[in-house]
């Protein structure tokens, strides 16, 4: 609990001074002391939920994803051990997100470090997701609001190599073309209710256990009750709902926004994963692959839309209210689930990761 007020603390005072004064340096030295204080947290870590699965596939050099199995194939050629090989991929992702970011704003002091708070324990253990998830984000970010077609497809096909549950996510590419902006909330929910309807079936037939690399997906251990998995979703949709309400707002106000390039990127970005929220109450884990990886694209959205470039009262206003949100949903994500759950799979596995750090675990005495 004080590390969560800690962190919301440190998000919204140094956000706010990044955005009061606008400086590029002052920027680049607060997202190169981030940059430096994650990597010093991270890189320590000898613990998560898969390390030791990872560790099998290196040490015995399993076929898997073409990216992990070629950086295999590298790391053992040079003599370089499986942690050296996991120091390697934090590194990249943390520098993949930070670029991705810097996109759009050069506060990425504020967005990546709200992210990291609520998607920590993911982002340290799924290494070959989410190398794969920014590189495709990446790549969208070039086909959809750049138009460089050829390092788009570059980008799309290396984050599937990178892990082949990204391509389920291809789906964005006709849906943002072909679906309009100012109906594509509406859309999403109906599109939404199919992909429940397709989870359950595949859930209940042989078909989900013979498809390579998604069986574990449908797996009878990844069900939860309905209940249940409504409770874990609790953090994605109070961020969710919180970003509809400000935007259903925003567009009545300010109509014409909806031609704008930048918002409609985000927008439809952002409002995608709705399409696999009501699966995620059946199977925890496509709410863990496909809804809350996107939340790094919510703090972006809202902080673009509703806090840069608007006057002090207002920023001081959206950024209380946003750092509020990011607050109560790390709370149900690490806290909340103590009292009402069995168990706290998040907190646990935090504790874990923690506890494995020679670096961090001193926080924990």
Same mark, same amino acid.
């Given at each position: 609990?004080?590390? /969560?007020?800690? #962190?919301?603390?440190?998000?919204?005072?140094?956000?706010?001074? #990044?955005? &009061?004064?606008?400086?590029? /340096?002052?920027?680049?030295?607060?997202?190169?002391?981030?940059?430096?204080?994650?990597?010093?947290?991270?890189?320590?870590?000898?613990?998560?939920?898969?390390?030791?699965?990872?560790?099998?596939?290196?040490?015995?050099?399993?076929?898997?994803?073409?990216?992990?199995?070629?950086?295999?194939?590298?790391?053992?050629?040079?003599?370089?051990?499986? @942690?050296?090989?996991?120091?390697?991929?934090?590194?990249?992702?943390?520098?993949?997100?930070?670029?991705?970011?810097?996109?759009?704003?050069?506060?990425?002091?504020?967005?990546?470090?709200?992210?990291?708070?609520?998607?920590?324990?993911?982002?340290?253990?799924?290494?070959?997701?989410?190398?794969?998830?920014?590189?495709?984000?990446?790549?969208?970010?070039?086909?959809? &609001?750049?138009?460089?077609y050829f390092l788009s497809i570059l980008c799309i096909?290396?984050?599937?190599?990178?892990?082949?549950?990204?391509?389920?996510?291809?789906?964005?590419?006709?849906?943002?073309?072909?679906?309009?902006?100012?109906?594509?909330?509406?859309?999403?929910?109906?599109?939404?209710?199919?992909?429940?309807?397709?989870?359950?079936?595949?859930?209940?037939?042989?078909?989900?256990? /013979?498809?390579?690399?998604?069986?574990?997906?449908?797996?009878?251990? @990844?069900?939860?009750?309905?209940?249940?998995?409504?409770? @874990?979703? /609790?953090?994605?949709?109070?961020?969710?709902?919180?970003?509809?309400?400000?935007?259903?707002?925003?567009?009545?106000?300010?109509?014409?926004?909806?031609?704008?390039?930048?918002?409609?990127?985000?927008?439809?970005?952002?409002? =995608?994963?709705?399409?696999?929220?009501?699966?995620?109450?059946?199977?925890?884990?496509?709410?863990?692959?496909?809804?809350?990886?996107?939340?790094?694209?919510?703090?972006?959205?809202?902080?673009?839309?509703?806090?840069?470039?608007?006057?002090?009262?207002?920023?001081?206003?959206?950024?209380?209210?946003?750092?509020?949100?990011?607050?109560?949903?790390?709370?149900? #994500?690490?806290?909340?689930?103590?009292?009402?759950?069995?168990? @706290?799979?998040?907190?646990?596995? =935090?504790?874990?990761?923690v506890e494995s750090s020679d670096h961090l675990k001193?926080?924990?005495?």
């Amino acid at each position: 609990m004080t590390i /969560i007020i800690i #962190i919301c603390i440190i998000l919204f005072y140094v956000g706010q001074f #990044i955005e &009061y004064f606008p400086s590029k /340096i002052v920027a680049y030295i607060f997202n190169s002391v981030l940059f430096i204080i994650l990597l010093y947290c991270f890189l320590d870590l000898t613990y998560t939920a898969d390390w030791d699965m990872y560790y099998y596939f290196y040490k015995y050099e399993v076929e898997t994803d073409i990216v992990f199995n070629n950086l295999t194939f590298v790391f053992k050629k040079i003599y370089l051990s499986y @942690n050296d090989l996991y120091k390697f991929h934090i590194i990249v992702i943390v520098s993949l997100y930070f670029l991705l970011i810097s996109r759009f704003t050069k506060n990425i002091f504020f967005v990546f470090l709200a992210y990291i708070l609520l998607d920590n324990v993911h982002f340290l253990n799924q290494i070959r997701y989410y190398l794969g998830f920014p590189i495709l984000m990446i790549g969208y970010y070039l086909l959809f &609001y750049k138009s460089k077609y050829f390092l788009s497809i570059l980008c799309i096909v290396l984050s599937i190599l990178c892990h082949s549950g990204l391509s389920f996510l291809l789906i964005l590419i006709p849906i943002y073309y072909f679906v309009p902006t100012k109906k594509y909330y509406i859309y999403t929910l109906m599109f939404s209710a199919i992909v429940f309807l397709i989870a359950l079936y595949l859930f209940n037939s042989t078909l989900g256990e /013979i498809l390579k690399h998604y069986g574990s997906y449908f797996a009878k251990d @990844n069900l939860s009750s309905f209940v249940g998995g409504l409770f @874990n979703a /609790i953090p994605y949709i109070l961020l969710l709902v919180f970003l509809y309400i400000e935007t259903f707002l925003l567009m009545k106000k300010n109509p014409e926004i909806v031609d704008n390039s930048e918002f409609k990127f985000l927008y439809k970005i952002s409002f =995608f994963p709705v399409i696999f929220l009501p699966a995620s109450f059946l199977i925890q884990v496509i709410g863990h692959r496909y809804v809350m990886t996107f939340s790094v694209f919510w703090i972006l959205y809202y902080y673009i839309f509703f806090i840069k470039d608007q006057d002090s009262r207002v920023k001081l206003v959206k950024s209380t209210m946003l750092t509020a949100i990011v607050f109560i949903s790390a709370l149900f #994500i690490y806290i909340i689930p103590d009292y009402v759950l069995s168990k @706290n799979h998040f907190l646990k596995e =935090f504790l874990n990761m923690v506890e494995s750090s020679d670096h961090l675990k001193g926080f924990l005495d």
